[in-house]
């Protein structure tokens, strides 16, 4: 689910309707969570198709987090996601994909 303001994504989680946003700091922390050099080779592997559940959870949490949550990874293996894992996919995939766009293609 998308959300008018830029770069961020929704998702409902344990039935709880919940913001994610990426930003600057919840990007470093994904570079660190997935040992990657690169978010930009992490967004193209989305992309193509492959991504592991590795990859999807971290770019949720570090949305989460950017939005304010103060979770971990630990709480979201458990959870309830609405749509299932075919939705946490698409939302992950989204969240990076509007962290890149230029502010002129903002929503």
């Not at 660190?32 to 592997?45: H, I, K, P, Q, Y």
């Amino acid at each position: 689910m998308a959300n008018p303001h830029r770069g961020e994504v929704a998702l409902v989680i344990d039935g709880e309707r919940r913001v994610m946003r990426l930003t600057l700091g919840a990007l470093a922390e994904l570079e660190v969570t997935l040992g990657t050099d690169s978010l930009v080779a992490l967004a193209e592997r989305f992309e193509a198709g492959r991504v592991s559940g590795r990859d999807v959870l971290a770019v949720l949490v570090a949305g989460l987090r950017g939005a304010g949550w103060e979770g971990a990874a630990a709480d979201l293996r458990t959870a309830e996601i609405a749509g299932g894992p075919v939705a946490a996919a698409r939302a992950a995939a989204e969240l990076l994909a509007r962290a890149f766009l230029p502010p002129e293609e903002a929503p």
